[in-house]
């Protein structure tokens, strides 16, 4: 068994595709529309992994959590980028771009080396080693 996709509802599509495509050279699909519903989305692929459904449908309410809070439910998406010193680069790429750093890079408890980030629309990223 593994994991196949995973869903995200997104404000801007076009935008959360770049983010993807440009920081974890994500491969896209050709965009899926539903005229009917209201529905758009593409499908990111990684070289390993599962793949991300980034989903768009205006009638889709703005979360009503505060993204520098943790809460119940799907906190994060960790993207493995295979060293410590990628890490500390691509840490440093989202602080030069403009992105928020929330912790890290940093030794974790539990083994891990990691940063976390905020992608555009404010969900949270773990980039490990």
Known sequence: MKIEHIAVWCKNLEKMKSFYQNYFHAQ???KYVNQVKGF???FLSFTDGPRIELMQMNSIPESKNDIYQQFTGLIHIAFSVGSEEKVNQLTEN???DGFEVLDGPRHTGDGYYESVVLDPEGNRLEITA
């Open 28 to 30: 896209c699909n050709n």
């Open 40 to 42: 758009s989305s593409y």
């Open 94 to 96: 989202f602080k030069q």
